[in-house]
Structure formats: C-alpha cells, structure tokens
C-alpha cells in the first residue's frame, strides 16, 4: 500500500507551466518576417547589387572626365634665345618684335589638364545595358522568390504551433483522466472491489500520460522558436494561425495557369532567357566601330611653344577593332550555351511548379478528408471513454477496458489535432505554390 501512496504523489505532482511567449497574428508575423529575417536582408541586398551592375554598365555610355596635374623637374634646362635669332636678320632694330625666350626643356613645370570623352555610338555598350538590366530584373524576382519561400515557412511553422497547442491540450486532458481513473481505482481498492494490479496499471498510465505532456510541450517550444527565428529574434513567438476558407472544388488546368503567371521564379527565369539573348547580341555587335568625341583643355607654369600658358583641343575618335585574336567568337559561343542553359532551366522551373501545384491540390484534398475522418473518429472514440467509465462505475467494465478507451481517445485527439494542422499547412502550400500571398 505504501507504493501505490507514492505512485499516487507522483501522478498528483503539477507540471511546470511554460513561459507565456509573446502572441501575434499571422499577418503581422509576415510583416516582421520581411523587415527582420536575415535571409530575406541577404535576398534583397543581392537584388540591390545587380541593380548596381546596370549603373556599372551604363557608364560605357555616359561621358567621363579626367582632370590629370603634375610636377615636372629636368637635370637640365634647354632654351632658345629668339632675340638673338632676330638680330641676325635683316631687320632694322626699331621694327623688331619683342621676343620671348622659347623654352624647349624646362628646369621645372607645373602642369594641370581636364579631358572630356563623349561616346557617341557603342553598338555592343547598348546590348550590355540590356543584359544587365534583364539581371537586375531577374535578381529581384528571385529577391521576391526567396521572401515567398520564407513566408511559406512561417506560414507552416505557425501551423505547425496550433498543431503543437493542440497536442498539449489533449495531453493536458488524458494526464487528467488518467489521473481520476487512479483515484477511483485506489477507491474501488480500499473499498475492497478493486484489485492492487489495476492500481498499478493506473498508475502507470497516469506517468505515461505525463510523459507525453512533456514532450507535446518540447514540441510547442520548439515550434514557437522556429517561428521566432523566422521573424529575426531568438525569443519564441506564439504566431495565430486562423481557420482559412477553402474552396471545395479546384480546376487544375486554371490553376496551373495562375501559377505560370504569378510564381516569381518563373519571371526571374524569362529575364534570365532575356538576359542571354542580349548577351549573345553585344557579341555580335563587338565587330561594329565606336565612334567618340574628346575635348581637353590644360595649363602650365612655363609658356608653350606657342607663347601661351593655357590651351585646349578638340578630337573626333573612330576605333574598329577588325580582329581581336577570335575572342568576340568565343564571347558569343559562351553566350549561346548560356541562352541553352537558361531555357533549359526555364523548362525545368515550369515542370516543377506545375509537379507543386499538382501535389499541393492532391494534399489538400487529402487532408481535407483525413480531417473528416478524423473528426468522426474522435466522435466514437469520446462515446467509447464515456461508456467505459460508466461501465467501470457500474462495474460491467473492467479497468483495461477503460484504460484502452482513454488511449484510443487520446489517439484520437492527436490525429484530429495533426489532420487539422496537415490541412492548414496544405492549404498554406498550395497558395505558395499558385504565387499567392
């Protein structure tokens, strides 16, 4: 007797209620998870670097300015005396000019200089603009790809927590009907109906029962974390998930068809096609000429042959590289293997979205109707527990009988719990997969 006491103290004991953590809506969940995941900063940031490329790129087509100055110090000076050359002609002195000293190699000379290039036709700077603009595109479609990935996530994990919640109510619920059936069991004991073995068989299913409590509550902890760590912040987060309305019939063909239109990925792989296309044109047009204009002005400490101390100059430039030793050849080989590639991989993206879409209505109607089930096993299995205990009460059931209809109550509660989280997070997939918010 004195082991069914502690057994009874030990099943009376109160578990440690859980750290309330901090409870918000799913769609204000969404919203932290945009501005404060990682994942999706890095997403962005990479959309913000090939945006960058196209300024990059641009500058090909945009003028430049250089301003160049510089000191200049010689071993040894060189000028020409141009009055002395004067006086050797034939030239009355009154009507000789003034002539300065032409200085051929300065001791020293300061010097400053602006040029200004203009280009004025650049064939294949004009496909690379093109080209870095398609990337730039694409690197933002994949940006929204990558947010939509992790909004799915949280989307799941917050179903994933009412799944979690459920579970450690019903957990909750069996540790206290295993809990009173011991009590009565200790009762029919000392009043000399009950046997010792029933007792312990009770109390065993009353540590079982609380067992399961603590590890249903490790499973709630652990999916409130991934829900916060979703959202940028290492504290768990309680996210609400409300009951969705579902459609109760889908057509594929429309479906399949929204989500060619909408998926982002499939966007980012068309630039990506858009992209090679461009690449393969500048290619090409690496054989045309470029045409520029250039303007430079400079100044210097010593007087120019010219007997100025400031100038400028204006050019017009025409290149045409005839031969480059076959790069522009390879260049544009390079290029159609990548437009193989990317049109390969746009295949790939369709085929994938569609398997998505496909799998995601096959789950959730599934998931629908496991659920139905579910609910009506759950119907049979609370009129089962119930009548057992009258049973037990009236003494026309024995105590195995009770403790097999309170396990098959409690299995009955987990799966409903579990058949009603699978249908919100098949119902979560399928949206994701459409390309819904």
Request: charged share 25%.
């Amino acid at each position: 007797m004195r082991r069914f006491h502690l057994l009874a103290i030990v099943c009376s004991l109160s578990l440690p209620a859980l750290a309330e953590p901090r409870t918000i809506p799913l769609a204000d969940a969404l919203r932290e998870l945009e501005k404060n995941n990682p994942a999706a900063e890095r997403a962005a940031d990479r959309a913000r670097q090939a945006q960058a490329v196209v300024r990059q790129v641009q500058s090909a087509l945009l003028p430049g300015l250089v301003a160049y100055g510089g000191y200049l110090h010689n071993s040894d000076e060189a000028k020409v005396s141009m009055g002395e050359i004067l006086s050797k002609l034939p030239i009355p002195p009154a009507s000789r000019p003034e002539a300065p000293d032409l200085v051929i190699q300065p001791l020293n000379q300061f010097s400053a200089s602006a040029a200004l290039r203009v280009p004025l036709v650049v064939p294949n700077a004009w496909a690379d603009v093109k080209t870095a603009r398609a990337n730039a595109l694409a690197a933002s479609e994949s940006s929204g790809a990558a947010l939509a990935q992790l909004r799915g996530a949280l989307t799941r994990t917050a179903w994933l927590g009412a799944t979690a919640e459920e579970m450690v109510a019903a957990s909750m619920t069996a540790l206290e009907t295993a809990r009173e059936h011991a009590v009565a069991e200790k009762r029919a004991v000392d009043a000399g109906t009950g046997t010792p073995l029933a007792v312990l068989r009770a109390e065993a299913e009353c540590v079982r029962r609380e067992s399961e409590l603590l590890r249903a509550r490790a499973d709630l902890e652990r999916a409130q974390l991934a829900a916060g760590v979703l959202m940028g912040t290492a504290e768990p987060v309680r996210v609400m998930a409300e009951t969705p309305s579902i459609p109760t019939d889908f057509d594929l063909p429309t479906l399949l068809s929204e989500a060619r239109n909408a998926r982002p990925e499939l966007r980012a792989r068309a630039l990506a096609v858009e992209a090679a296309q461009h690449d393969i044109d500048s290619a090409h047009l690496r054989i045309a000429p470029q045409l520029s204009a250039s303007a430079a002005a400079f100044a210097s400490s010593v007087e120019l042959p010219t007997g100025e101390k400031t100038g400028w100059k204006a050019t017009v430039d025409l290149s045409w590289q005839l031969y480059d030793g076959g790069w522009r050849y390879a260049r544009r080989h390079q290029a159609e293997a990548a437009l193989d590639e990317a049109l390969a991989a746009q295949r790939e993206q369709t085929l994938e979205i569609e398997r998505e879409v496909v799998d995601a209505t096959r789950d959730l109607r599934v998931a629908r109707e496991r659920q139905r089930m579910a609910e009506k096993q759950r119907e049979l299995a609370q009129e089962a527990a119930a009548s057992a205990r009258r049973g037990f009460a009236a003494g026309t059931a024995s105590s195995l009988d009770v403790l097999d209809a309170n396990d098959r109550l409690f299995a009955a509660d987990a799966a409903l719990a579990r058949e009603r989280g699978a249908l919100g997070a098949a119902w979560a997939a399928l949206r994701h997969a459409l390309g819904r918010p």
